[in-house]
């Protein structure tokens, strides 16, 4: 379990040890999604909006 803090609202999230990069999860305090950038120091970021409309 690591502890990373939440971009959006400062708060500290746990995060378990087999998440992978990629990854997306969910802030519990302010509900954003945030994406895991790297695993090895554990980075996350707010995760892009996605568009409904994948068309073209
Ligand atoms: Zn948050």
Redesign the pocket.
Known sequence: MTNVM?P??A?Q?EIGGDVVAGEIVQ?P????ELEVLSTAPLTVDLAPEVEEDWGE
Not at 29 to 32: F, N, S
Request: with cysteine; net charge negative.
């Open positions: 939440c959006e609202c708060a999230i802030c305090e302010c509900g954003v």
